[in-house]
């Protein structure tokens, strides 16, 4: 009797349809997965491109000499614990302001970053995006990446302090600032510049800031003699093997979260896609250079096939969804030919490059940057070269500055004594190999 009866006022509320419109309107609960899987993409991608601070200390710490491998390691972490200070206190709402102070140019300054309340409610969150916390720090590790650039460009004659505070102007004020003409909605964006995850924007900007900064502190004593470059090979090259797989794998959250959503089939779908494309593009910069100096040198050449992987990342940073997977090889390729011709290039013009970071993540950045109309609509060549002109001499220039004005006021590089007994005990009073000794 009791299932008749509720039959019976079923059929009749039915036959009321605005009112059954209203409740079912009324019952439907929100859409929380594009908040809760977007959430989780930037925590995931976010966490591997964290791994890629221990990759780019394992790079440098092996490309390095021996003496000098603990001030390497030293920088590293020190550099990516001010980049998460500066970000919170100032980058982050720099970078994407609410209000510009300077329309499509700057946000607000000293604007910190706020966390949601603990336990947030559904009606209270932006269920068509993420969360702040997991937007935050997955932006955060772009900036940290662009501090690690520079790092091993300037690596065995660079004081330490110096550094750092140039660490902090990068990473709280120049990078979210160019950063901010594209992905916090600037004048880039509006006139159509595309990169998707970073080539010119975090690659090739730390590629600018280095190369300022190897202008003007110069090459390493006896770099550069009688015309002729002299080797200075690495300590510890499968260290800097390590350090190119770990830069690879956390590339794949680099570029994979750059999606910036996972709620739908065709979001995850095209995460994936970049996944295989950014994989197919390192492996084909690793094999171009692989080859060329097999047949430029007559013998393979290690450091350049790890650079050459990188450089083949960085080249498909910029567009890494749209290509084919025969578009990501060859748009890698390019970038690991890149490497092999530009290394050399430098030391003809002595700028004394340690790691090899400005062919990698400055021209190869270009390359990537330029590359893609060849398979995103909407894009133009014009505009990406305006664009990476745009990026790189604001970066280039204040850069500039910062590092005349640390040089002017105190010092940016060692004594020539200390650059030549290793910046370890220098400046540190450590080394990294105590039980190795010369001789």
């Known amino acids: 009797m009791r299932k008749l009866k509720l039959s019976l006022a079923a059929t009749a509320f039915a036959a009321l349809p605005g009112l059954a419109l209203a409740q079912d309107a009324a019952a439907e609960p929100p859409d929380i997965n594009p908040y809760i899987f977007t959430t989780l993409l930037f925590l995931i991608g976010g966490f591997l491109v964290f791994w890629m601070a221990a990759g780019f200390a394992m790079l440098e710490a092996g490309l390095v000499r021996s003496k000098n491998v603990t001030m390497q390691l030293t920088k590293n972490i020190a550099l990516f614990s001010i980049a998460a200070i500066m970000y919170w206190l100032i980058g982050f709402n720099l970078m994407y302001p609410g209000d510009w102070v300077i329309s499509g140019v700057m946000g607000p300054w000293f604007s910190i970053t706020s966390l949601e309340p603990v336990g947030l409610a559904a009606a209270d969150a932006s269920l068509d995006y993420a969360s702040v916390g997991s937007d935050f720090f997955f932006q955060l590790m772009f900036c940290a990446t662009t501090a690690s650039i520079v790092s091993g460009t300037l690596a065995e004659r660079i004081k330490l302090w110096p550094f750092l505070i ?152 910029a567009g890494p969804l749209d290509p084919s997977l025969f578009g990501a090889l060859w748009i890698g390729a390019v970038g690991g030919v890149i490497v092999v011709f530009v290394v050399p290039m430098l030391d003809k013009l002595k700028i004394d490059d340690v790691v090899g970071a400005i062919p990698v993540h400055l021209v190869a950045g270009f390359w990537g940057t330029f590359a893609v109309p060849f398979y995103t609509e909407g894009t133009s060549f014009v505009t990406q070269i305006t664009g990476f002109v745009a990026i790189g001499a604001f970066t280039f220039i204040v850069s500039g500055i910062v590092w005349l004005i640390l040089k002017a006021t105190m010092g940016i590089r060692v004594t020539e004594e200390d650059e030549i007994n290793g910046l370890d005990m220098a400046e540190l009073g450590m080394e990294a190999y105590p039980e190795f000794k010369a001789g």
């Open 166 to 317: 140039f660490v902090a102007i990068l990473t709280g004020v120049i990078y979210p600032i160019e950063a901010s003409w594209q992905w916090g909605g600037g004048f880039l964006s509006e006139m159509g510049f595309s990169d998707f995850a970073g080539s010119t924007l975090v690659h090739a900007a730390g590629g600018f800031a280095a190369l300022a900064g190897a202008l003007i502190l110069g090459p390493r004593i006896g770099k550069y003699k009688d015309g002729k470059t002299i080797p200075m090979p690495g300590s510890n090259l499968a260290l800097a093997t390590l350090g190119t797989f770990i830069l690879w794998l956390g590339w794949f959250g680099f570029n994979g979260g750059s999606q910036l959503a996972m709620g739908t089939v065709g979001d995850v779908t095209d995460v994936s896609r970049i996944f295989a494309n950014t994989n197919m593009a390192a492996a084909a910069g690793a094999v171009a250079a692989l080859l060329l100096t097999q047949v430029m040198f007559k013998k393979p050449d290690l450091t350049m096939t790890l650079n050459g992987a990188l450089a083949g990342l960085v080249s498909i940073t």
